[in-house]
C-alpha cells in the first residue's frame, strides 16, 4: 500500500504544531489534574486533623472534669502551699535566737549574793568593741558585798561567750549593798539555734 501525502509543507507544519499544542494542553490537564488532586487530599488531610484535635480537645475536658483529676489538681496546690509555709516557718525557726541561751549562760556567771535586777539587749550598731549584729547587754543588780561584786566581774571577763565588759566607776564606790551596772557583748549568732 502507497501512501501519498497531499498536503502542503505549511500544512504539514500547521499539522505537527497542533499535535504540540495537543500535546501541551493534555500535559498541563494533567498537571491540573493533579495539582488538584494533591489539593483536595491536603484540604481532606487539613480538615481531618481539625476534627481530630477537637475529639482530643473533647475527651482532654472530659479528663480535667474528671472528679479524680480535679481532686488531684486541688491537693497539687495544696501541697505547694503548704510546702511554702514549711519553708517560711523553717527560715524563721533558722533565723530564730533563743534568748534561754543568754539567761543561761549569765545566770551560770552570777555567783551567790548578787542579784541581777534588769537585762535588756539591743542590737549593737558598730564600735570598737563589737561588730555588726553583735548584741550589746546591760545589766542592772545589786550585790551585798565588794568580793560578790569582783567575782560577778571576773565572771564576765572570762566568759567564752560574753566579750567587751564595760563597767561604772560608780559600781566601786560602796563596799557593801552595792548597786551595779555592766556592759558586755555577744555574737548574735550564738542565740541561733
Given at each position: 500500500m502507497i501512501k501519498i501525502n497531499l498536503l502542503s509543507p505549511f500544512d504539514k507544519r500547521n499539522l505537527r504544531w497542533e499535535k504540540m499544542n495537543n500535546l501541551a494542553i493534555r500535559s498541563v490537564l494533567w498537571i491540573f489534574f493533579a495539582q488538584a488532586i494533591f489539593a483536595a487530599v491536603f484540604l481532606f488531610s487539613l480538615q481531618y486533623i481539625k476534627?481530630?484535635?477537637?475529639?482530643?480537645?473533647?475527651?482532654?475536658?472530659?479528663?480535667q472534669n474528671q472528679s479524680e483529676t480535679k481532686e488531684m489538681d486541688e491537693m497539687e496546690i495544696a501541697l505547694a502551699t503548704y510546702k511554702n509555709?514549711?519553708?517560711?516557718?523553717?527560715?524563721?525557726?533558722?533565723?530564730?535566737?533563743?534568748?534561754?541561751?543568754?539567761?543561761?549562760?549569765?545566770?551560770?556567771?552570777?555567783?551567790?549574793?548578787?542579784r541581777l535586777e534588769s537585762i535588756s539587749v539591743q542590737e549593737d550598731s558598730v564600735t570598737e568593741m563589737s561588730e555588726v549584729g553583735d548584741l550589746k547587754i546591760t545589766v542592772i543588780g545589786n550585790a551585798k558585798t565588794r568580793e560578790d561584786l569582783l567575782d560577778l566581774e571576773s565572771n564576765f571577763e572570762h566568759s567564752e561567750s560574753l566579750y567587751g565588759l564595760e563597767y561604772?566607776?560608780?559600781?566601786?564606790?560602796?563596799?557593801v549593798d552595792i548597786d551595779f551596772n555592766y556592759a558586755f557583748y555577744m555574737k548574735s549568732e550564738k542565740l541561733l539555734r
Open positions: 476534627i481530630e484535635e477537637g475529639i482530643v480537645n473533647m475527651q482532654l475536658k472530659d479528663i509555709k514549711i519553708d517560711s516557718i523553717a527560715s524563721i525557726q533558722k533565723n530564730r535566737r533563743s534568748w534561754t541561751i543568754l539567761f543561761e549562760n549569765i545566770a551560770e556567771l552570777v555567783p551567790n549574793g548578787v561604772n566607776d560608780a559600781n566601786y564606790v560602796e563596799s
